[in-house]
Nanobody
């Protein structure tokens, strides 16, 4: 089992950057694939991207491809979501989640963090 916590959210202007962190306070995050999801007000939680546990291969949604990257640091038990060229439509609560395989389905991930708010202004 693993306990997750996100940080790094905040308010940024369109075109700016933020880096979100997903840290494990219990358990070894490097054993898991880690997915990032986001949920805007009134919308379904949607897949942003994921990183494999062993190969560090990543998969990103089309809406963020070319702007967001995912990386992991096993030494610090942390996974990062680097977000560049942010758009107003990226505004959402961002969640990280851990599972045994990388996938876009939410149901693939049994462990979730509490989320961090990202707000992009014009």
């Amino acid at each position: 089992q693993v306990q997750l916590g996100e940080s790094g959210g905040g308010l940024v202007q369109a075109g700016g950057s933020l880096r979100l962190s997903c840290a494990a306070s219990a358990g070894t995050l490097s054993r898991y694939a880690v997915g990032w999801f986001r949920q805007a007000p009134g919308k379904e939680r949607e897949f942003v991207g994921t990183i494999d546990s062993s190969t560090a291969r990543t998969m990103l949604s089309d809406s963020v491809k070319g702007r967001f990257t995912i990386s992991r640091d096993s030494a610090t038990n942390t996974v990062y979501l680097q977000m560049n060229s942010l758009k107003v439509e990226d505004t959402a609560v961002y969640y990280c989640a851990a599972g045994w395989t990388m996938a876009w389905r939410k149901t693939n991930y049994p462990y979730w963090g509490q989320g961090t708010q990202v707000t992009v202004s014009v």
